[in-house]
């Protein structure tokens, strides 16, 4: 046998005995549903070279050990989740919301909690002038967390108030996604910061890309929107710190979102994720600002901070909303810019609208990402003969993060309903019982629908067999990436 007879046997040997380790490791990966592991198994028996190195680069949900273990050492540092906002509330919810806060209760260890106050900001350049006078008003700490902060208007502004805060002595912590703000983080206004006396952090450094996968995924990030003032006011929803007109992807602007701001023992809450987050990236303990009094009894609503990720357990996201579906009676009204589901959540959201609730799902019409508009409308048919109205917003990119429950309850933050924000990121999401607010919240996604065209049954059915087939072929990639 020649020489290059025996070196191709051996190197087919060994591509055959490398995909057998990864077909081995995909099926003993843990958290996975049987469709991902086919789907796989069959990336990598069939494209044995990019089979392989797509594994390598996507197929697992790796943070990587070190990140792990510092987030579980700053959460080990904090005081218990459990007790940093007072007691249980449990009591004051109706009987049967009751589950929805204990599947809450399991992501975190986050108690409902009574006294809060929440307002919505009217719309993203409000929120902005908002943030900045809490910002200016600051007497002892600023902290904000984004995925997004671009350097435009909204941008600038608030980083002037977090200098003008450093600056007269105020104690100011910001972090942002080392990929989603990279812009900024690698700007002349980053270092201004630091120079004013800003603490800076960088989530999730990238690094060398080409090594990064070594570490973990590139493509796991932290995409929480956390503003805490003075352990006594807190910012929760979808807007990133940044103009509506969002420079980065102008073409899809105005980009709408909601924000609310929160007063009470929730904002402890937020501060316990804001920290957590923080001690994973920087060499400083934090547990002080728990010891602070809590504020004095008042009246207010029931809520209760839920912030997943991968360093949290799995599926926390996704059983949040599954229970909020399945808890529906009357109506169930959500707004998402993203919707590329896993099977339990399209059952759900098909099972609420079958059994009588009014269920009505808003989505943008144009989509900044063509693979999730692609996937999102294979879903389509199937909402639609379940009953379930589907709106497509003409007037932007509808950004929003919002879920109404039967006029009593909402859900509102950063996670979309889609596989990233469910096994992918670092989301944050508040849950509150409360009928005043959710009425206001109910009213901003009215004029959302308003603004939307309703989807047919006859205008999905006449997607031509290309269309079809294309959305598809892109939805069948949901359980692979």
Aim: aromatic share 8%.
């Amino acid at each position: 046998m020649h020489d290059s007879a025996v070196f191709a046997w051996m190197l087919f040997a060994a591509q055959a005995v490398l995909q057998l380790v990864f077909i081995v490791r995909a099926l003993l990966r843990p958290h996975r549903e049987p469709a991902s592991r086919f789907a796989w198994v069959l990336v990598i028996a069939l494209a044995p070279v990019v089979g392989v190195l797509a594994y390598v680069l996507f197929g697992e949900v790796n943070l990587g050990r070190g990140r792990v273990a510092r987030l579980h050492a700053a959460l080990k540092t904090l005081p218990p989740a459990e007790g940093i906002a007072g007691p249980s509330a449990e009591a004051a919810v109706p009987e049967r919301y009751i589950p929805l806060f204990r599947v809450g209760h399991s992501v975190n260890g986050f108690l409902p909690v009574a006294g809060n106050r929440a307002a919505l900001t009217p719309d993203s350049a409000a929120a902005v002038e908002a943030m900045v006078a809490d910002i200016d008003a600051a007497r002892h700490s600023v902290h904000v967390l984004f995925y997004i902060w671009l350097a435009d208007g909204s941008g600038l502004k608030v980083m002037a108030a977090v200098k003008r805060a450093a600056a007269r002595g105020v104690v100011c912590r910001v972090i942002v996604d080392d990929l989603g703000s990279r812009a900024l983080v690698r700007s002349v206004h980053w270092r201004d910061m630091a120079e004013a006396g800003v603490r800076l952090a960088a989530a999730l450094p990238v690094g060398n890309p080409l090594l990064r996968p070594l570490k973990g995924r590139i493509d796991m990030r932290n995409h929480r929107k956390i503003v805490v003032v003075d352990n006594r006011i807190a910012y929760c929803g979808s807007q990133n710190c940044a103009d509506a007109a969002f420079a980065v992807k102008a073409k899809y602007a105005p980009w709408v979102d909601v924000l609310a701001r929160f007063e009470g023992p929730i904002v402890r809450q937020k501060q316990h994720l804001f920290a957590a987050n923080w001690m994973s990236q920087v060499d400083e303990d934090l547990s002080p600002l728990f010891a602070e009094p809590l504020p004095g009894d008042a009246p207010g609503f029931v809520a209760q901070a839920i912030g997943s990720g991968a360093g949290v357990r799995y599926s926390a996201m996704p059983e949040t909303f599954v229970a909020l579906m399945n808890a529906a009676r009357r109506e169930l009204v959500i707004t998402t810019p993203y919707y590329v589901p896993d099977e339990p959540i399209q059952a759900a959201l098909c099972g609420s609208a079958r059994r009588g609730v009014s269920t009505t799902i808003v989505f943008p019409a144009r989509n900044d990402s063509w693979i999730v508009a692609a996937a999102s409308r294979s879903y389509y048919r199937d909402l639609i003969e379940a009953g379930v109205q589907i709106r497509e917003y003409e007037g932007g990119l509808l950004h929003a993060k919002t879920l109404t429950l039967d006029g009593e309850v909402t859900l509102i933050g950063s996670a979309n309903i889609d596989r990233r924000s469910f096994e992918l990121n670092a989301e944050n999401n508040i849950l509150l019982y409360d009928p005043a607010f959710t009425v206001q919240m109910r009213a901003r996604q009215q004029v959302f629908m308003d603004a939307a065209t309703a989807v047919t049954r006859a205008e999905v059915e006449a997607y031509g067999r290309p269309r079809q087939l294309w959305n598809n072929a892109i939805a069948m990639l949901g359980p692979v990436l």
